[in-house]
């Protein structure tokens, strides 16, 4: 059974920094890409940052490049988003996900929500002073 469970999430200053980390079980990372998405009240899954399979490709989001980072340790089954100089902005609930088919191992079409099939249950990130 695939399982992704979220992780890390809590409350930071502005300007602070997070990790927040996704364990992933019934199936092995490394042959799949990851993505995170973040969802605030009343509006749709934002998509944040993907790494895909095995070649080192990595996509971030306008909001999200320069600050985050995503990486894996396919080891450990487990992708983490690195989250440095938070906004208030950054405020929401984030989640990873994956997916079957063609192209499990990519990260075509990431921003895109209905683009992915297994997603975890989220960890709320509040930005505040």
């Known amino acids: 059974q695939i399982q992704l469970v979220e992780s890390g999430g809590g409350l930071v200053q502005p300007g602070g920094s997070l990790r927040l980390s996704c364990a992933a079980s019934?199936?092995?990372?490394?042959?799949?890409?990851i993505t995170w998405f973040r969802q605030v009240p009343g509006k749709g899954r934002e998509g944040v940052s993907c790494s895909a399979r095995d070649d080192g490709i990595t996509q971030y989001a306008d909001s999200a490049k320069g600050r985050f980072t995503i990486s894996r340790d396919n080891g450990r089954n487990t992708a983490y988003l690195q989250m440095d100089s938070l906004k208030p902005e950054d405020t929401a609930v984030y989640y990873c996900?994956?997916?079957?088919?063609?192209?499990?191992?990519?990260?075509?079409?990431?921003?895109?929500?209905?683009?992915?099939?297994?997603w975890g249950k989220g960890t709320l990130v509040t930005v505040s002073s």
């Open positions: 019934g199936f092995a990372l490394e042959r799949y890409a």
């Open positions: 996900a994956t997916r079957y088919g063609m192209e499990a191992g990519t990260c075509h079409e990431y921003l895109n929500a209905n683009a992915w099939d297994y």
